[in-house]
């Protein structure tokens, strides 16, 4: 079976200090990767997407930066994190061509800066 | 430009039943999701709507009309364990999900 892990859970970080989320997906090969951001009472915030290794698509402008240097690896970065980053930050992932398009997403991460 | 629009709070009463209501505007539809959200905790997936109709699953029902915009998720026979947010998303021609800001449900006893 597939599954999907992120980490750190919780992390409590200064302002422009840097950050590290890493999100590892298993059982299942080519996956389409994405990370979100969801301040809190709102919606989910597509950050980056992935169709493949190197391939990253930003749909924010920001101070955040995303990779994949394997195929079901996803890491989102930040050199100098800003109060705003602050936020609940999902990874997820679908099928690239089975399926409906269903997205499974990683545990999150909470991330204050302060 | 996309929009989904659906009501930002609902309460209802434990045993009885609740219509969550989404309306959407977008480039193209491949489907429309429903999920469920705890507070805290990461969003799971309720049901999936690409045809016309109802879909139901146990105590949850989704419906679609794509001609109309709309789609509505029903929940039956309230439990407290329902008391949650429910994030309605459309698949757009792109393939890309597009994200309602969530509905937080109260469940009162």
């Known amino acids: 079976s597939q599954t999907i892990h992120q980490w750190p859970a919780t992390l409590v970080q200064p302002v422009g200090s840097p950050l590290s989320l890493e999100c590892t997906v298993e059982?299942?090969?080519?996956?389409?990767l994405y990370w979100y951001r969801q301040a809190a009472g709102r919606g989910l915030q597509l950050l980056f997407y992935?169709?493949?290794?190197?391939?990253i698509s930003s749909e924010v402008p920001q101070n955040l930066s995303a990779s994949r240097p394997q195929d079901r690896q996803f890491i989102l970065s930040s050199k100098k994190l800003l109060l705003s980053d602050s936020g609940f930050y999902l990874c997820?992932?679908?099928?690239?061509?089975?399926?409906?398009?269903?997205?499974?997403f990683g545990e999150g991460s909470r991330l204050t800066v302060l | 430009g996309q929009n989904i629009d659906q009501p930002t709070e609902m309460t209802a009463t434990e045993g009885a039943i609740v219509q969550i209501n989404c309306t959407y505007q977008?480039?193209?539809?491949?489907?429309l999701f429903w999920y469920q959200q705890h507070a805290g905790e990461a969003p799971t997936f309720l049901s999936y709507?690409?045809l016309d109709g109802l879909e139901e699953k146990g105590r949850f029902s989704s419906f679609l009309s794509r001609s109309k915009g709309y789609s509505y998720l029903l929940l039956k026979e309230l439990q407290m364990k329902d008391s949650a947010s429910y994030l309605c998303?459309?698949?757009?021609?792109?393939?890309?999900?597009?994200w309602g800001a969530g509905t937080k449900l109260i469940i009162k006893p």
């Open positions: 997820a992932w679908h099928h690239r061509v089975e399926g409906t398009g269903e997205l499974f």
């Open positions: 059982g299942t090969s080519n996956p389409n």
């Open positions: 992935s169709v493949g290794i190197g391939q």
């Open positions: 977008t480039s193209g539809f491949n489907g």
């Open positions: 709507n690409v």
């Open positions: 998303a459309v698949l757009d021609s792109n393939y890309q999900l597009i």
